[in-house]
């Protein structure tokens, strides 16, 4: 084969000697660099209107692929709340947000939106999937995290052969950019967030971001929330068929008795909420659409929660279980489908870490239990686990895709 190197003909860049007359000014030589000078001009201009651009909305810096351990932060740590970024305003007036998305090839995570717009256009969001829809009904699995996913590799195991039947939405820490291989289903569904404050109405409002988010998805069916630490316990077309069958909504609610059950309600707030009315369940729910817009368009409980319920009454554990079994009652199972271990007693559940994880312990996890399920007995009761340790995810890996029969 010939060599084809083109470089090019060394004279072409031999610069031609100055000549004399061209060093020295004469108007005609002037009058040729006003071009020049009205191109450094608009140069300059544009310089600065990048600058105070960026200066108002600073590109984000995406690390690599990040695993964080935020389980090894302290939980009870609470962050410092970060002022909300300005409003911004929505780039296209959206009649028919499906069709604008599909137009123009976005995911369905709103990325324009403040709060109230949001809510408000989840609120008049279909209540079902159109019968006509082409669409399988699919089902939101929305992270509450505090940074990233850490076991995100075994939920992308869970996931694998079933794109379509799900979507994936993760809350995290403002200005943490989740990242993740474009082959993950984590990948670029990070939704705007705000800052989370533990045990403060914020956590209730990050929940209700997602809610707000996942219903603009008009064939989301059914909306779970889960926490970085949670993991599956069966396989997908269980998980699937269980929550697209069921009747009922899964929000975990008592009536507990006792400082950390009645002992939190806040007189104040009758006469809307009643002390036989208070319940208190764990945060981790999994609910059917109607139910979503429902809890998305709440305003009377929302603003009397936020402004009621502070300090060591924790409204993730009661605003949800108060609502739903006062105005939809009849609609919840009053049982979560996350698996905690209390049985260590104490303010926080049993925390597994990597030596935990035994084939064994996880057969353990998925059997042995009896409930109610569309009015008959049914074994399986939990198809989530908490809580998990980031170090648990190489035992994971290696047990729990042939124990819970991953595809
Ligand atoms: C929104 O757009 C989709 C896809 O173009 C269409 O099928 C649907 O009927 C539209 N919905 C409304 C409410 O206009
Ligand atoms: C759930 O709780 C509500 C209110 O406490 C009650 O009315 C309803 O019957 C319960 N549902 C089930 C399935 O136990
Ligand atoms: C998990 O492992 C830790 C440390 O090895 C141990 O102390 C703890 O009892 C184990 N928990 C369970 C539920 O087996
Ligand atoms: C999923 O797990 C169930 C048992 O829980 C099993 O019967 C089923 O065959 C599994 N499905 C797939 C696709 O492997």
Same mark, same amino acid.
């Given at each position: 084969?010939?060599?084809?190197?083109?470089?090019?003909?060394?004279?072409?860049?031999? =610069?031609? $000697? %100055?000549? !004399?007359?061209?060093?020295?000014? *004469?108007?005609?030589?002037? @009058? /040729?660099?006003?071009?020049? &000078?009205?191109?450094?001009?608009?140069?300059?201009?544009?310089?600065?209107?990048?600058?105070?651009?960026?200066?108002?909305?600073?590109?984000?810096?995406?690390?690599?692929?990040?695993?964080?351990?935020?389980?090894?932060?302290?939980?009870?740590?609470?962050?410092?709340?970060?002022? =909300?970024? $300005? %409003?911004? !305003?929505?780039?296209?007036?959206? *009649?028919?947000?499906?069709? @604008? /998305?599909?137009?123009?090839? &976005?995911?369905?995570?709103?990325?324009?939106?403040?709060?109230?717009?949001?809510?408000?256009?989840?609120?008049?969001?279909?209540?079902?999937?159109?019968?006509?829809?082409?669409?399988?009904?699919?089902?939101?699995?929305?992270?509450?995290?505090?940074?990233?996913?850490?076991?995100? =590799?075994?939920?992308?195991?869970?996931?694998?052969?079933?794109?379509?039947?799900?979507?994936?939405?993760?809350?995290?820490?403002?200005?943490?950019?989740?990242?993740?291989?474009?082959?993950?289903?984590?990948?670029?569904?990070?939704?705007?967030?705000?800052?989370?404050?533990?045990?403060?109405?914020?956590?209730?409002?990050?929940?209700?971001?997602?809610?707000?988010?996942?219903?603009?998805?008009?064939?989301?069916?059914?909306?779970?929330?889960?926490?970085?630490?949670?993991?599956?316990?069966?396989?997908?077309?269980?998980?699937?068929?269980?929550?697209?069958?069921?009747?009922?909504?899964?929000?975990?609610?008592?009536?507990?008795?006792?400082?950390?059950?009645?002992?939190?309600?806040?007189?104040?707030?009758?006469?809307?909420?009643?002390?036989?009315?208070?319940?208190?369940?764990?945060?981790?729910?999994?609910?059917?659409?109607?139910?979503?817009?429902?809890?998305?368009?709440?305003?009377?409980?929302?603003?009397?929660?936020?402004?009621?319920?502070?300090?060591?009454?924790?409204?993730?554990?009661?605003?949800?279980?108060?609502?739903?079994?006062?105005?939809?009652?009849?609609?919840?199972?009053?049982?979560?489908?996350?698996?905690?271990?209390?049985?260590?007693?104490?303010?926080?559940?049993?925390?597994?870490?990597?030596?935990?994880?035994?084939?064994?312990?996880?057969?353990?996890?998925?059997?042995?239990?009896?409930?109610?399920?569309?009015?008959?007995?049914?074994?399986?009761?939990?198809?989530?686990?908490?809580?998990?340790?980031?170090?648990?995810?190489?035992?994971?890996?290696?047990?729990?895709?042939?124990?819970?029969?991953?595809?």
């Amino acid at each position: 084969m010939k060599n084809e190197k083109r470089s090019p003909s060394p004279s072409s860049f031999h =610069p031609l $000697p %100055p000549s !004399p007359t061209k060093l020295l000014p *004469s108007p005609l030589r002037l @009058l /040729r660099l006003v071009p020049f &000078l009205l191109l450094f001009a608009s140069g300059v201009a544009l310089g600065f209107a990048l600058f105070f651009y960026l200066y108002q909305y600073p590109l984000q810096p995406t690390p690599a692929y990040t695993i964080s351990s935020p389980l090894l932060s302290p939980t009870r740590t609470p962050q410092q709340p970060i002022p =909300p970024p $300005p %409003p911004a !305003p929505l780039l296209f007036p959206i *009649s028919n947000g499906t069709a @604008l /998305r599909t137009f123009l090839n &976005l995911p369905d995570v709103s990325r324009y939106m403040d709060d109230r717009e949001l809510l408000r256009m989840a609120s008049a969001a279909p209540r079902t999937l159109e019968k006509t829809s082409p669409n399988v009904p699919k089902v939101a699995f929305m992270f509450l995290v505090r940074g990233g996913v850490p076991l995100a =590799p075994l939920w992308d195991e869970f996931f694998h052969g079933y794109q379509g039947k799900y979507s994936v939405y993760v809350h995290s820490s403002p200005g943490f950019e989740l990242t993740a291989p474009s082959t993950s289903a984590f990948h670029g569904r990070n939704i705007p967030s705000k800052a989370v404050r533990w045990g403060q109405f914020s956590m209730v409002e990050a929940e209700r971001r997602l809610l707000a988010n996942a219903l603009l998805d008009g064939s989301n069916s059914r909306f779970v929330l889960l926490s970085e630490s949670c993991i599956p316990i069966f396989n997908f077309t269980t998980v699937y068929d269980y929550l697209t069958g069921s009747e009922k909504s899964f929000i975990g609610s008592s009536d507990v008795p006792g400082p950390a059950g009645r002992g939190r309600y806040n007189p104040r707030m009758r006469p809307e909420v009643t002390i036989d009315r208070w319940r208190k369940g764990a945060q981790w729910f999994g609910m059917d659409r109607g139910l979503a817009v429902d809890v998305v368009s709440d305003k009377k409980y929302a603003r009397l929660f936020r402004r009621l319920c502070k300090g060591s009454c924790y409204p993730d554990e009661h605003y949800l279980p108060t609502l739903v079994s006062t105005k939809f009652w009849w609609r919840n199972s009053n049982r979560s489908l996350t698996l905690v271990d209390w049985s260590r007693g104490g303010p926080h559940p049993a925390r597994f870490v990597g030596s935990n994880v035994t084939m064994d312990f996880l057969r353990r996890l998925r059997s042995g239990r009896k409930c109610e399920y569309n009015g008959k007995t049914a074994r399986i009761c939990f198809l989530f686990a908490r809580k998990f340790a980031p170090n648990t995810l190489e035992r994971l890996l290696k047990f729990a895709p042939k124990v819970m029969q991953f595809n």
